[in-house]
C-alpha cells in the first residue's frame, strides 16, 4: 500500500511536516524546523532522519525509486512543497543545477572561442572535455621550448631499435 493510500491519522508525515512550513510568495512550503547542513529540511521519522521534502513527497504523492533524487524546481531547499519537486537522476538533478559542472556542460566553446565540436573535442574517461585545437597548440609550444628534451628522447628510441634489430 502505498503512502498516499494508507488512512489518515496521526502516524503520517504530514500531520508532523505540514504545521512547520509557511506558505511564501512562491508557492513554496518552507520548512521551518531544523536544516542539514546543506540547508535541506530535516525531522526524524520512524527511527531515522529524513529530509522533509521527500518524506512528505512521499506521503502526498507515492513512492519515489531509490535511485531518483528529488529535484527542487523552485531552487529552494527548504521548500517541502510536492509541486516544487520532480524525481530526477543525480546527473539531470546536476546539470539543472548552478554548479560548475552545469556551468561548463553548458558552454559550447573553449576559454579561446574554439567551438566544441565532434572534431574539435577531446573527451576524457572521467567525462571531462577538452578543446583539441588547443591541445595540439599546447603540445606544439611544450616541445619547442623542450626540443633538445625531444630530440634525445627520439634518439634514444632510434638506438633501441637499431641494437635489438641487429
Known sequence: MEARDRPLGEDRPRVKILPRCLVDENGCWIWTGALSSTGYGAVRWEGRIWNTHRLLYIDLVGEVPKELTMDHLCRNRACCNPQHLEPVTQRVNILRGRGVTAENIAKDACVHGHRFTVE??????????????????????????????VNASQQRRRDRARANAG
Not at 120 to 135: A, D, F, L, V
Open 120 to 149: 574539435n573535442t577531446i573527451i576524457e574517461k572521467t567525462g571531462g572535455r577538452h578543446c583539441k585545437t588547443c591541445r595540439e597548440k599546447h603540445i606544439k609550444a611544450w616541445r619547442e621550448r623542450n626540443r633538445d628534451r
